[in-house]
Each structure stands twice: as structure tokens, then as C-alpha cells.
């Protein structure tokens, strides 16, 4: 492969990879602190365990590309770790909810060094095909997980909150003048 060949296919990686991390946080920007660690159901995860998850995906991956690679926590690949055996005692997936550790800070700033380890992970090694096809994979899961983690938003929001609404008649000779209401 030529040198301008392997420049351009890593910029290519590269900026797939920024546009999905972009896309992930912005399914969740209008989220609250609190709503990251809740869990309204076993069956879905909460917006923190995404984030984090999704990250930690590229750290088990470039474990797979650089035998040297060491992982940046061994509790946050508990937590994070969904069901490969491979990589120790996953957390139960029903109790994803229970925990307040990692923190949601913890698990955005784990966020951004993971991009940062990713992008000088693409940028230094030099990659085959089959390990440009892992990173890639890479990409497809998180984006896989934005679907799941808006399936998720929508059960926790849904059984959360009511949206606030304006009355439609508003009594300007009460004294106490109420502008919203809840259902
Ligand atoms: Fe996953």
C-alpha cells in the first residue's frame, strides 16, 4: 500500500470515528445528571452504562491489536464489560441501574480519553486490512448501541416524566397565577 493510500484511509477511520462519537453525545445532551444512572427495567441499560460501554469496546479491541495494550480500569471493564467472558465477570446487566460508581463525570471523562487513545491508537500503529476491519467493527457496535440506547431513553423518559404543558386559559385576577401545569 502506497504511503498517500494509508494516510487517506486513516484520516477516513478517523473522522468516521469522531462523527459517531459525536452522534452518541448528541442523543443524550439534553439529558439531566440524574436520568444517566437510572434503570426504569432489567431489560434496558442506563445512558451511562452506554456511554461508558461503547467506549470500553475500543479499549477490548485495540487489547486485540496491541498485546501490550493495557486497559484503563479493571472495575470500569466490569461494569462495562456487556458478556465477554474473555475479559472477566461481566456485571449483571439487571443491576446496571443500582450502582452510583463510576460516576456519570467518571464515565465522560473516561469517554473523552478513550477518543483520545483511539485517535493516537489509528493515527501510530500501522494497521491490515483485518485490524482496519476490527476497528470498523468498532464503529458499527457503538452505532448499534445508539439505536438500543434510544430504545432505552425512550422507556426511561416515557415512565419518568409527563411533559409540562401551558394552561390555555390563565385567570389574571388570581393572585397566585399559575403559568404550567402537570398532567
Ligand atoms: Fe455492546
Known amino acids: 500500500m502506497t504511503v498517500n493510500l494509508e494516510i487517506k484511509e486513516k484520516r477516513s477511520l478517523l473522522e468516521q470515528f469522531k462523527e459517531i462519537r459525536n452522534q452518541t453525545l448528541e442523543l443524550v445532551k439534553n439529558l439531566e445528571k440524574d436520568d444517566f444512572v437510572v434503570q426504569t427495567a432489567v431489560f434496558m441499560s442506563p445512558p451511562k452504562w452506554h456511554i461508558g460501554h461503547v467506549s470500553w469496546i475500543y479499549e477490548a479491541i485495540m487489547s486485540k491489536l496491541d498485546k501490550n495494550y493495557k486497559f484503563y480500569s479493571k472495575e ?19 443491576l446496571r441501574g443500582i450502582t452510583s460508581r463510576p460516576t456519570v463525570d467518571q464515565i465522560f471523562q473516561y469517554f473523552n480519553i478513550i477518543n483520545q487513545k483511539v485517535e493516537k491508537f489509528i493515527e501510530s500503529q500501522i494497521l491490515n486490512e483485518d485490524q482496519k476491519k476490527l476497528i470498523v467493527m468498532g464503529f458499527h457496535h457503538e452505532c448499534q448501541h445508539q439505536e438500543l440506547l434510544v430504545y432505552d431513553l425512550q422507556h426511561l423518559l416515557a415512565e419518568q416524566y409527563k411533559p409540562v404543558r401551558k394552561n390555555k386559559i390563565v385567570n389574571q385576577t388570581k393572585k397566585h397565577k399559575k403559568k404550567f401545569v402537570r398532567d
Open 76 to 94: 470500569f471493564s466490569e461494569y462495562l464489560n456487556s458478556y465477554y467472558q474473555q475479559f472477566g465477570i461481566p456485571h449483571d446487566k439487571g
